[in-house]
């Protein structure tokens, strides 16, 4: 099984809507996505706007989000390979970035 991880972090746009059943369905973008609300309203309280969020990824969970990447932005390199979309999801743009070691 390949080591991977799902980052979240805030956007500025997004016009792709992330489905709220592929978020119960998949525990750790459950997780993910609840910790980044609170991670945006604790931000917006101090007058910042950076924050981030990683979580590690079962495989189970990496074949279930392989969908919602597949037309993500690439990259590789000799020892990782990473996948990033924006997202909306309750009104806020959350850039997703599955990210997988070699």
């Known amino acids: 099984m390949a080591d991977a991880w799902l980052e979240v972090r805030s956007c500025t746009e997004s016009k792709k809507e992330l489905d709220r059943e592929t978020v119960l369905r998949v525990p750790a973008l459950s997780e993910a996505m609840k910790v980044a609300e609170n991670a945006v309203q604790d931000a ?3 007058g910042s706007k950076h924050w981030e969020y990683s979580i ?3 495989e189970n969970e990496i074949r279930e989000l392989s969908g919602l990447f597949s037309e993500g ?3 590789d ?3 990782s390979a990473s996948r ?3 997202v909306t ?3 806020r743009c959350y850039a997703l970035t ?3 070691f070699k």
Do not use: E, H, I, P
């Open 44 to 46: 917006q309280r101090k």
């Open 56 to 58: 590690r990824l079962q």
């Open 73 to 75: 932005a690439a990259s």
């Open 77 to 79: 390199d000799d020892r």
């Open 84 to 86: 990033t979309v924006d």
């Open 89 to 91: 999801y309750n009104g």
């Open 98 to 100: 599955l990210f997988t």
